[in-house]
């Protein structure tokens, strides 16, 4: 029979890869603890280092994206409003 894949989430994942970063443990040690092979442990724990920037990032990129996105969705609704117009028309 088939085995599944196991699916971890985010806050599992991090507190993980900080187990890691901590160095208290050995990889061998924290894989037995949370039985995990240590390759993924050291694959988390690089991208948690990677993205660890993004927790600092400043919340105007988020408003600048926000913004952005509710421009675009009154384009698409504009659009939309043309479009039934115009096969409204096409029909007569």
Known sequence: MKKSRR???SSFKAKVALEAIKDQL???EIASKFDIHPTQISTWK????ENSSKAFDSKTKT???DKEKSALYSKISQLQVENDFLKKVLEK
Do not use: C, D
């Open 7 to 9: 699916k971890f989430s």
């Open 46 to 49: 690089r991208e948690f280092i």
């Open 63 to 65: 408003e600048e994206v």
């Open 26 to 28: 050995t990889l061998q």
